[in-house]
Protein backbone atom coordinates (compact mmCIF):
# COMPACT_ATOMS: atom_id res chain seq x y z
CA UNK A 1 0.00 0.00 0.00
CA UNK A 2 2.94 2.16 1.11
CA UNK A 3 4.67 1.48 -2.16
CA UNK A 4 1.63 2.18 -4.27
CA UNK A 5 1.00 5.55 -2.83
CA UNK A 6 4.95 6.51 -3.23
CA UNK A 7 4.49 5.71 -6.57
CA UNK A 8 1.82 8.01 -7.42
CA UNK A 9 3.84 10.71 -5.84
CA UNK A 10 6.06 11.78 -9.00
CA UNK A 11 2.12 11.87 -11.23
CA UNK A 12 0.84 13.96 -8.77
CA UNK A 13 3.54 16.09 -8.80
CA UNK A 14 3.67 16.16 -12.47
CA UNK A 15 -0.01 17.13 -12.68
CA UNK A 16 0.39 20.15 -10.33
CA UNK A 17 3.14 21.35 -12.17
CA UNK A 18 1.53 21.49 -15.67
CA UNK A 19 -2.08 22.76 -13.94
CA UNK A 20 0.50 25.65 -12.51
CA UNK A 21 1.19 26.11 -16.36
CA UNK A 22 -2.31 26.14 -17.20
CA UNK A 23 -3.27 28.73 -14.76
CA UNK A 24 -0.52 30.80 -15.58
CA UNK A 25 -0.68 30.66 -19.43
CA UNK A 26 -4.49 31.78 -18.79
CA UNK A 27 -3.45 34.65 -16.48
CA UNK A 28 -1.22 36.20 -19.33
CA UNK A 29 -3.84 35.28 -21.88
CA UNK A 30 -6.24 37.37 -19.86
CA UNK A 31 -4.19 40.28 -19.67
CA UNK A 32 -3.31 39.99 -23.06
CA UNK A 33 -6.36 40.31 -24.19
CA UNK A 34 -7.93 42.66 -21.87
CA UNK A 35 -5.66 45.21 -23.15
CA UNK A 36 -7.12 44.46 -26.52
CA UNK A 37 -10.82 44.30 -25.51
CA UNK A 38 -11.49 47.11 -27.71
CA UNK A 39 -10.31 45.53 -30.65
CA UNK A 40 -11.55 42.28 -30.34
CA UNK A 41 -15.41 43.63 -29.91
CA UNK A 42 -14.83 45.82 -32.58
CA UNK A 43 -13.85 42.56 -33.99
CA UNK A 44 -16.68 40.39 -32.47
CA UNK A 45 -19.37 43.78 -33.52
CA UNK A 46 -18.82 43.17 -37.40
CA UNK A 47 -21.54 41.15 -37.99
CA UNK A 48 -23.85 43.39 -36.71
CA UNK A 49 -22.77 46.66 -37.83
CA UNK A 50 -22.76 44.96 -41.13
CA UNK A 51 -26.25 44.11 -41.17
CA UNK A 52 -27.22 47.59 -39.66
CA UNK A 53 -25.45 49.06 -42.45
CA UNK A 54 -27.15 47.00 -45.38
CA UNK A 55 -30.85 47.96 -43.38
CA UNK A 56 -29.46 52.04 -44.22
CA UNK A 57 -28.87 52.28 -40.09
CA UNK A 58 -26.28 53.21 -37.78
CA UNK A 59 -26.37 53.31 -33.61
CA UNK A 60 -23.43 53.84 -31.11
CA UNK A 61 -23.39 50.94 -29.39
CA UNK A 62 -24.93 51.67 -25.70
CA UNK A 63 -24.28 50.66 -21.85
CA UNK A 64 -26.94 50.48 -19.29
CA UNK A 65 -25.16 50.88 -16.04
CA UNK A 66 -21.75 52.87 -15.29
CA UNK A 67 -19.89 49.26 -14.83
CA UNK A 68 -20.88 48.06 -18.16
CA UNK A 69 -17.72 49.32 -20.14
CA UNK A 70 -15.16 47.26 -17.22
CA UNK A 71 -17.70 44.15 -17.55
CA UNK A 72 -17.50 43.94 -21.02
CA UNK A 73 -13.60 44.54 -21.04
CA UNK A 74 -13.83 41.47 -18.36
CA UNK A 75 -16.01 39.53 -20.04
CA UNK A 76 -13.64 39.64 -23.77
CA UNK A 77 -10.65 39.35 -21.88
CA UNK A 78 -11.72 36.02 -20.06
CA UNK A 79 -13.56 34.44 -23.46
CA UNK A 80 -10.52 35.53 -25.29
CA UNK A 81 -8.55 33.79 -22.61
CA UNK A 82 -10.14 30.66 -22.68
CA UNK A 83 -10.43 30.58 -25.89
CA UNK A 84 -6.35 30.47 -26.31
CA UNK A 85 -6.12 28.20 -22.94
CA UNK A 86 -8.52 25.48 -24.28
CA UNK A 87 -5.55 24.06 -26.54
CA UNK A 88 -3.11 24.22 -24.01
CA UNK A 89 -4.76 22.63 -21.85
CA UNK A 90 -5.07 20.11 -24.54
CA UNK A 91 -1.64 20.44 -25.29
CA UNK A 92 -0.57 19.33 -21.32
CA UNK A 93 -3.29 16.89 -21.21
CA UNK A 94 -1.61 14.84 -23.87
CA UNK A 95 1.91 15.90 -22.52
CA UNK A 96 0.84 14.28 -19.26
CA UNK A 97 -1.08 10.97 -20.85
CA UNK A 98 1.44 10.41 -23.59
CA UNK A 99 4.28 8.15 -21.82
CA UNK A 100 1.78 5.85 -20.42
CA UNK A 101 0.32 5.17 -24.27
CA UNK A 102 1.03 2.73 -26.47
CA UNK A 103 1.94 3.21 -29.66
CA UNK A 104 -1.37 2.81 -31.80
CA UNK A 105 -2.90 4.72 -28.80
CA UNK A 106 -0.66 7.54 -28.95
CA UNK A 107 -1.66 7.90 -32.58
CA UNK A 108 -4.82 7.79 -32.18
CA UNK A 109 -4.84 10.06 -29.21
CA UNK A 110 -2.19 12.69 -31.26
CA UNK A 111 -4.70 12.81 -34.27
CA UNK A 112 -7.96 13.59 -31.59
CA UNK A 113 -5.95 16.32 -29.82
CA UNK A 114 -5.18 18.34 -33.45
CA UNK A 115 -8.80 18.01 -34.90
CA UNK A 116 -9.90 19.19 -31.50
CA UNK A 117 -9.31 22.46 -31.93
CA UNK A 118 -9.74 22.76 -35.19
CA UNK A 119 -13.11 21.51 -35.48
CA UNK A 120 -13.64 24.21 -32.45
CA UNK A 121 -12.55 26.95 -34.63
CA UNK A 122 -14.20 25.52 -37.91
CA UNK A 123 -17.79 25.60 -35.71
CA UNK A 124 -16.72 28.83 -34.32
CA UNK A 125 -15.67 30.62 -37.64
CA UNK A 126 -18.88 28.95 -39.32
CA UNK A 127 -21.00 31.00 -36.66
CA UNK A 128 -19.54 34.23 -36.57
CA UNK A 129 -19.31 34.04 -40.88
CA UNK A 130 -22.55 32.72 -42.04
CA UNK A 131 -24.75 32.04 -38.23
CA UNK A 132 -24.62 35.51 -36.86
CA UNK A 133 -25.24 37.73 -39.43
CA UNK A 134 -28.17 35.68 -41.00
CA UNK A 135 -29.85 35.63 -37.41
CA UNK A 136 -29.33 39.52 -36.45
CA UNK A 137 -30.67 39.84 -40.48
CA UNK A 138 -33.82 37.93 -39.66
CA UNK A 139 -34.16 40.22 -36.00
CA UNK A 140 -33.88 43.70 -37.34
CA UNK A 141 -36.15 42.53 -40.09
CA UNK A 142 -38.61 41.25 -38.13
CA UNK A 143 -38.22 44.41 -36.13
CA UNK A 144 -39.06 46.79 -38.73
CA UNK A 145 -41.94 44.90 -40.15
CA UNK A 146 -43.64 45.57 -36.95
CA UNK A 147 -46.71 48.22 -36.76
CA UNK A 148 -44.57 49.89 -33.46
CA UNK A 149 -42.85 52.20 -33.73
CA UNK A 150 -39.07 51.19 -32.89
CA UNK A 151 -35.79 52.15 -32.28
CA UNK A 152 -32.95 49.37 -31.94
CA UNK A 153 -30.06 50.86 -29.59
CA UNK A 154 -27.30 47.35 -29.50
CA UNK A 155 -26.47 47.26 -25.79
CA UNK A 156 -22.47 45.66 -25.69
CA UNK A 157 -23.30 43.48 -22.48
CA UNK A 158 -26.33 41.71 -24.48
CA UNK A 159 -24.63 41.65 -27.34
CA UNK A 160 -21.48 40.10 -25.91
CA UNK A 161 -23.22 37.72 -24.38
CA UNK A 162 -25.89 36.05 -27.68
CA UNK A 163 -22.28 36.36 -29.18
CA UNK A 164 -20.43 34.05 -26.72
CA UNK A 165 -23.19 31.68 -26.51
CA UNK A 166 -23.49 31.55 -29.91
CA UNK A 167 -19.81 30.71 -30.60
CA UNK A 168 -19.17 28.44 -27.58
CA UNK A 169 -22.33 26.31 -28.90
CA UNK A 170 -20.89 26.43 -32.18
CA UNK A 171 -17.67 25.36 -31.70
CA UNK A 172 -18.87 22.49 -29.07
CA UNK A 173 -21.21 21.04 -31.34
CA UNK A 174 -18.78 20.75 -34.05
CA UNK A 175 -16.40 18.07 -31.82
CA UNK A 176 -19.44 15.10 -32.64
CA UNK A 177 -17.68 13.57 -34.96
CA UNK A 178 -14.36 13.45 -32.56
CA UNK A 179 -16.79 11.64 -29.64
CA UNK A 180 -18.94 10.16 -32.32
CA UNK A 181 -15.30 8.39 -33.47
CA UNK A 182 -13.89 8.39 -29.60
CA UNK A 183 -16.89 6.17 -28.72
CA UNK A 184 -16.52 3.58 -31.65
CA UNK A 185 -12.26 2.93 -30.90
CA UNK A 186 -13.73 2.36 -27.31
CA UNK A 187 -16.08 -0.35 -28.76
CA UNK A 188 -19.08 1.61 -27.57
CA UNK A 189 -20.44 2.30 -30.79
CA UNK A 190 -20.56 1.30 -34.49
CA UNK A 191 -21.38 2.70 -37.83
CA UNK A 192 -24.61 0.36 -37.81
CA UNK A 193 -25.79 1.34 -33.91
CA UNK A 194 -25.16 4.78 -34.87
CA UNK A 195 -27.77 4.40 -38.02
CA UNK A 196 -29.84 2.16 -36.36
CA UNK A 197 -30.54 5.15 -33.56
CA UNK A 198 -30.29 7.96 -36.42
CA UNK A 199 -34.10 9.28 -36.25
CA UNK A 200 -33.78 9.55 -32.08
CA UNK A 201 -30.42 11.30 -33.08
CA UNK A 202 -32.05 13.92 -35.30
CA UNK A 203 -35.04 14.87 -32.84
CA UNK A 204 -32.11 15.13 -30.43
CA UNK A 205 -30.31 17.28 -32.44
CA UNK A 206 -32.69 19.91 -32.95
CA UNK A 207 -34.12 19.80 -29.22
CA UNK A 208 -30.59 20.75 -28.53
CA UNK A 209 -30.86 23.56 -31.20
CA UNK A 210 -34.01 24.92 -29.63
CA UNK A 211 -31.78 24.72 -26.21
CA UNK A 212 -28.56 26.81 -27.35
CA UNK A 213 -29.86 29.34 -29.39
CA UNK A 214 -32.56 31.88 -29.47
CA UNK A 215 -35.88 31.36 -29.59
CA UNK A 216 -36.07 31.34 -33.77
CA UNK A 217 -36.43 29.07 -35.78
CA UNK A 218 -33.70 29.99 -38.40
CA UNK A 219 -30.67 30.11 -35.86
CA UNK A 220 -32.44 26.79 -34.89
CA UNK A 221 -31.74 25.33 -38.41
CA UNK A 222 -28.77 26.91 -38.96
CA UNK A 223 -27.36 24.81 -36.13
CA UNK A 224 -29.18 21.28 -36.55
CA UNK A 225 -28.41 21.41 -40.35
CA UNK A 226 -24.56 21.35 -39.62
CA UNK A 227 -25.28 18.78 -36.63
CA UNK A 228 -26.87 16.59 -38.56
CA UNK A 229 -24.63 16.43 -41.49
CA UNK A 230 -21.73 16.10 -39.04
CA UNK A 231 -23.28 12.86 -37.54
CA UNK A 232 -23.45 11.78 -41.03
CA UNK A 233 -19.95 12.42 -42.00
CA UNK A 234 -18.97 10.29 -38.72
CA UNK A 235 -20.73 7.31 -39.59
CA UNK A 236 -19.03 6.96 -42.90
CA UNK A 237 -15.66 7.79 -41.06
CA UNK A 238 -16.44 4.78 -38.32
CA UNK A 239 -17.02 2.38 -41.73
CA UNK A 240 -14.23 3.44 -42.92
CA UNK A 241 -11.97 2.60 -40.18
CA UNK A 242 -14.02 -0.61 -39.54
CA UNK A 243 -13.69 -1.58 -43.16
CA UNK A 244 -9.29 -0.57 -42.32
CA UNK A 245 -9.59 -3.14 -39.09
CA UNK A 246 -11.38 -5.93 -41.31
CA UNK A 247 -8.59 -5.92 -43.54
CA UNK A 248 -5.98 -5.37 -41.44
Known amino acids: MKRSIESLIPHVQELKKRLLKIVSFFLISFGLCFSYASRLFSGLAQPLEMVLLNHHSTQPWVYTNLSGVLTTHVEIGFFGALCLTVPYIEWQIWQFISPGLLP ?17 LLGAFFCY ?13 FAESSDLKLQFLPVMNDYLHTSMKFIFAFGLCFQLPLFMVLLSYLGIGSAASFSNIRRFVIVGIFILAALLTPPDVLSQILLALPLWGLYEVSILLIKLKEKRADHA
Open 104 to 120: HEKSFCRLLFLLCPFLF
Open 129 to 141: RYVMPMTWDFFIT
